[in-house]
C-alpha cells in the first residue's frame, strides 16, 4: 500500500511540475519571438536595416530588451568600434608614420578618445535618465566625428576607412533607434 501512495504522489508532483513548467516554457518563446519582431520593426527605421539587425541579434541581452534597452545596446556597439580604432590609431602612430598621415592620425585619436568618453557617456546617462535627445546628440556627434576624422587624410589615403565608416554606420543606426523613443 506504502508503494502505491508514494507511486501516486510522485506521479501528481511530476503532472503538476510539468503543467508549470511548459508555460514558463513557452512564455520565454513568445517573449523572445515578440522580441525579434521588436529587433525587427526598430531596424526597419534606421538607415541600415541588415546591419542593425545583426549587431541587435548578436547581443543575448537584446531577447529581453525594449527600444531603450536596444538603443543602449547600439550605444555599446559605439563603444566597442571606438576603442578598436584607438586600438589601430595607436598601432599606426607607433610604427613612426609618414609626416602628412601623422597629424591627422593625432586628431584621430582624440575624436575617438572624444567617443568614448563623451559621446558614449552622454547617451548612456541620457537613455537612463529616459531623456533620450541628449543620447541622439551624442550619436550625431559620434558620426560626424568619424567623418571628420576621414576627411582629415589626403583623399584616398586614410588607413582608418573601414573604422571610420563602421562608426559612421553604427552611430547613424544608434541616433535612428534612440529617435523612435522620442
Known sequence: MKIMESLALIFYSTLVLATISVPATNSRIIHQKNNANLIEETCKQTPHHDLCIQYLSSDPRSTEADVTGLALIMVNVIKIKANNALD??????????EPSQKEPLSSCAARYKAIVEADVAQAVASLQKGDPKFAEDGANDAAIEATTCENSFSAGKSPLTNHNNAMHDVATITAAIVRQLL
Open 88 to 97: 589601430k590609431i595607436h598601432q599606426l602612430l607607433q610604427k613612426n608614420p
